[in-house]
T-cell receptor
Framework: GAGVSQSPSNKVTEKGKDVELRCDPI?????LYWYRQSLGQGLEFLIY????????KSGLPSDRFSAERTGGSVSTLTIQRTQQEDSAVYLC?????????????????FGEGSWLTVV | KQEVTQIPAALSVPEGENLVLNCSFT??????LQWFRQDPGKGLTSLLL???SQREQTSGRLNASLDKSSGRSTLYIAASQPGDSATYLC????????????WGAGTKLIIKP
């Protein structure tokens, strides 16, 4: 597709249920990022993928959160046993390359987000 | 530790005015600075990216400047329109963290018709 695609766009789930959020990055982009934004808050970094590997998972809030990326393309963010504080918009982004140095000037493109509400 | 601040937090101006949004950062060791726009209920749209070696970037009615030595960037919007109403965020990519962005809290802009 032309841009970063996320699904579902909206998800209402009951506390304690598991949810999966999907991100389809721009074709050819090797770097993929997950962010979270709670109501009225700034953006919170969750995880970064370079290809299929995640050099930094330190932003994941708890062990209920996990993410994977397969084939260097689609990524899935899974939240197990959801809690009300997980309610937020989960944003995925991709860029052509993610490493520093001469490629550090590439633009990051964001999807429209998956709005998660835990009731 | 890099910190990014955006002032003002909110701004309301009549349609047609030129305006400036400010972004400051505490550590000049950055790869680039990027301005984004966020509309209610939407994701982020990248507006302009300025590399550390550049002084400014322009796109249509938008002009972003970067003064790395003083830790400042401005986003200039010419001839504002109601459709410009959104939250504007700036983010820097620090040199000591290749893949993370450090974000400002944003400026909520309202353009009154």
């Amino acid at each position: 597709g032309a841009g970063v695609s996320q699904s579902p766009s909206n998800k209402v789930t009951e506390k304690g249920k598991d949810v999966e959020l999907r991100c389809d990055p721009i074709s050819g982009h090797t770097a993929l990022y997950w962010y979270r934004q709670s109501l009225g808050q700034g953006l919170e970094f969750l995880i970064y993928f370079q290809g299929n590997s995640a050099p930094d998972k330190s932003g994941l809030p708890s062990d209920r959160f996990s993410a994977e990326r397969t084939g260097g393309s689609v990524s899935t963010l899974t939240i197990q046993r959801t809690q009300q504080e997980d309610s937020a918009v989960y944003l995925c982004a991709s860029s052509l390359v993610g490493w520093g140095g001469p490629f550090s000037g590439n633009t990051i493109y964001f999807g429209e987000g998956s709005w998660l509400t835990v009731v | 530790k890099q910190e990014v601040t955006q002032i003002p937090a909110a701004l309301s101006v009549p349609e047609g005015e030129n305006l400036v949004l400010n972004c400051s950062f505490t550590d000049s060791a950055i790869y680039n600075l990027q301005w984004f726009r966020q509309d209610p209920g939407k994701g982020l749209t990248s507006l302009l990216l300025i590399q550390s070696s550049q002084r400014e970037q322009t796109s249509g009615r938008l002009n972003a400047s970067l003064d790395k030595s003083s830790g400042r960037s401005t986003l200039y919007i010419a001839a504002s329109q109601p459709g410009d109403s959104a939250t504007y965020l700036c983010a820097v990519r620090p040199r000591d963290s290749n893949y993370q962005l450090i974000w400002g809290a944003g400026t909520k802009l309202i353009i009154k018709p």
